[in-house]
């Protein structure tokens, strides 16, 4: 028999893996973790095995979708997911975080996830906060507030009966998120938006590279303000080691996940990249520390 926890989870041996730039998809992580009592575990101190095995009954995947409809699932977490073995018998879960809508990134993952053997039985959308621009009118306590009260236990309550189970957008974000879609596979609309990403980075633009081929390269981009301390907090909180100090400076070394953690956490707001403005949005139930544990 399985023995439940004080709030009636069923106990078990759970890992929850996130990846997070600015705190979103860790404050979801964390809190699951912690009704699950499952082991928090950041995606990027096990990205770099040959492959990762787990004891776990119970796996769940948190991370923020991204470029909806051109690339969806951050390319480290790509990385982890085709590296995850021995799991046919495990209940995976996964929650990705999003600003606009979730389009079909659980329906990608789920097909990767089968590559290697397993299912995705369980998937959820959580809408925060905006972090890669400014939407004026977004109420961000709602946000919080509606994850807090709403979405917590019911994805833990989901994953404790071991449900089969979708819930990504609501219908005007499902919406949305379909013809987002279909303007990506339009061969009129999609240079529209993978054209400004080249010249970003500083690609000629006739070069016939995918936006996965360009991700790593959107550093080239990123630049400091003179108003940069040399304080390093970008340097420590990058997730993939991508900045190194070069005389006090920050250096870009094009391996980047564009998770925007350098922009973000940036005490002085120094630091400005493919037409960011440095507004310094995080979670604000994180901290640096936070980010840096693990």
């Excluded at 996965?212 to 970008?234: A, L, Q, V, W």
């Amino acid at each position: 028999m399985n023995k439940m926890n004080q709030e009636g989870y069923r106990m078990n041996n759970t890992e929850i893996y996130y990846f997070s730039g600015t705190g979103n998809s860790l404050v979801v992580a964390r809190d699951i973790a912690e009704k699950l009592e499952g082991d928090l575990i950041p995606i990027h101190s096990v990205v770099n095995k040959e492959r990762i095995t787990t004891d776990a009954d119970v796996i769940g995947i948190v991370f923020p979708v991204y470029y909806v409809g051109l690339i969806n699932i951050p390319l480290i977490v790509q990385r982890f997911t085709s590296k995850l073995d021995n799991i046919g018998n495990k209940y995976i879960f996964a929650v990705c975080t999003y600003g606009g809508g979730a389009g079909p990134t659980l329906t990608i993952l789920d097909e990767m996830i089968r590559a290697r053997g397993g299912r995705l039985k369980a998937g959820f959308g959580v809408q925060m906060p905006q972090n890669a621009f400014s939407k004026p009118f977004e109420n961000r306590k709602k946000l919080y507030s509606k994850w807090k009260d709403k979405k917590l236990d019911s994805i833990c309550e989901h994953v404790n009966q071991r449900d089969l189970h979708f819930d990504t957008d609501n219908f005007s974000m499902k919406i949305v998120g379909t013809i987002l879609l279909q303007l990506m596979k339009n061969e009129f609309f999609r240079p529209l938006f993978i054209k400004p990403m080249k010249e970003t980075a500083e690609f000629p633009r006739d070069s016939d590279l995918t936006v996965r081929e360009i991700i790593p390269f959107i550093d080239r981009s990123y630049h400091t303000g003179g108003n940069c301390m040399g304080c390093k907090t970008c340097y420590r909180i990058c997730p993939v080691g991508n900045i190194e100090i070069v005389d006090n400076q920050p250096v870009w070394k094009h391996q980047c996940e564009n998770c925007l953690a350098c922009i973000k956490w940036c005490p002085q707001e120094a630091i400005h990249g493919f037409g960011e403005q440095p507004e310094g949005y995080h979670h604000p139930d994180v901290g640096i520390s936070d980010m840096l544990r693990g």
